[in-house]
């Protein structure tokens, strides 16, 4: 079982799902058990997972096709009326 410091030193040096399974998951059973580290190592772990899913997703994420939400013309001009009005105002 790994000490609080070499679970912090490790998750420090290291991407979380880069380690070996076998490292992964002592240090998951250490976070997940430890009242000392384990909240701090928890939201480490779980930046490092969110990290790791935007690499993998970066290029769908930064495509205008994959982006379906789109305003009417409509609503378009409302804004435009808004802004407008409130910087004659
Ligand atoms: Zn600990």
Redesign the pocket.
């Known amino acids: 079982m790994f000490t609080?410091k070499q679970?912090s030193k490790t998750l420090n040096n290291q991407q979380f799902n880069a380690l070996p399974i076998w490292k992964r998951f002592v240090i998951k059973l250490?976070v997940k058990l430890?009242v000392?580290?384990?909240k701090y190592n928890k939201q480490v772990i779980d930046n490092h997972d969110l990290c790791h899913q935007y690499i993998r997703n970066e290029d769908a994420l930064n495509e205008a096709s994959s982006c379906k939400c789109f305003l009417d013309e409509s609503k378009k001009a409302t804004i435009r009326e808004k802004i407008s009005e409130s910087l004659n105002t």
């Open positions: 609080c679970v250490h430890c000392f580290c384990g």
